[in-house]
């Protein structure tokens, strides 16, 4: 599975945005999907995954509440949407790819895109 990040840019605080990430080479129906984020200095961290019908997501503390992952298989496209942006949001995103249900680590995720700078000012 090819995947490909986008929608990240340069916002300010409290502002939205979108990312999506579009998958080719295989469909992405069969994989739990997953956003990660890993911000200068610091390791990949976990920010949300979304089950392979998207009947079930879960997500970061941090996040929790602000974020919302959704996917359409049809499209092969994964979405996070990201309201209430803090400058602590600041990172390079991913999308990824995992076979395990429940996979939050990094470790767990097979396929990775190239990531989407997502940069919030204060």
């Known amino acids: 599975v090819q995947l490909q990040a986008s929608g990240g840019g340069l916002v300010q605080a409290g502002d939205s945005l979108s990312l999506s990430c579009a998958a080719s080479g295989r469909t992405i129906s069969n994989y739990v999907m997953g956003w990660f984020r890993q911000a200068p200095g610091t390791e990949r961290e976990f920010v949300a995954r979304i089950t392979r019908n998207g009947g079930s997501t879960f997500y970061s503390a941090s996040v929790t509440g602000r974020f919302t992952i959704s996917r359409d298989n049809a499209k092969s496209t994964v979405h996070l949407q990201m309201n209430n942006l803090k400058p602590e949001d600041t990172a390079v995103y991913y999308c990824?790819?995992?076979?395990?249900?429940?996979?939050?680590?990094?470790?767990?995720?097979?396929?990775w895109g190239q990531g989407t700078l997502v940069t919030v000012s204060s």
């Open positions: 990824a790819a995992a076979s395990l249900f429940g996979a939050s680590r990094a470790s767990d995720y097979l396929y």
